[in-house]
């Protein structure tokens, strides 16, 4: 099948199998004498995987060594439970940091008075934000006194 219809068929569009191909996610596709891609049933099955993990959230990364470890018959299921387990622990720190900037600007936006008054707590925190990095970081490389 042509890349429009592998497209179609594994639900990833023809400009990221493109781009799969070009980082070696997708390897060894054949070519017509003109030089157009030619996809199998075993491509397609390989574009749905890596579509599956990218909806999971993997990375690239994580996604060429899914693809080497369901390729290879002998794998230790460990293997597969070490990346997917190191993957819920990133994602959990993901959704930590989420709630964390939800809060503060729930915060924000509840102590904003949102009227025609130019006082605004929200682009206060905003611009103090630096200068309390600023100063966090001086604080950090003082020596510790004795």
Same mark, same amino acid.
């Given at each position: ?23 070696? $996610?997708?390897?060894?596709?054949? @070519?017509?004498? +003109?030089?157009?891609? #030619? ?5 397609? =099955? ?20 899914? $693809?080497?470890?369901?390729?290879? @018959?002998?794998? +230790?299921?460990?293997? #597969? ?5 190191? =993957? ?59």
């Amino acid at each position: 099948m042509n890349i429009g219809e592998a497209a179609a068929a594994s639900g990833v569009s023809a400009k990221m199998i493109r781009y799969y191909e070009q980082i070696g $996610l997708v390897a060894g596709v054949a @070519r017509t004498e +003109a030089g157009y891609r #030619v996809y199998s049933t075993s491509d397609v =099955h390989r574009l749905r995987f890596i579509r599956r993990a990218r909806d999971l959230g993997f990375s690239v990364k994580e996604i060429s060594e899914l $693809l080497a470890l369901w390729a290879d @018959r002998d794998r +230790a299921s460990a293997d #597969v439970k070490r990346i997917a387990t190191t =993957h819920i622990a990133d994602l959990e720190e993901k959704m930590r940091q989420i709630r964390e900037m939800v809060n503060t600007l729930r915060h924000l936006a509840d102590h904003c008075h949102g009227d025609d008054r130019p006082h605004c707590p929200i682009l206060d925190n905003l611009a103090q934000g630096d200068l309390d990095e600023a100063q966090q970081n001086r604080a950090a490389r003082r020596p510790a006194r004795v």
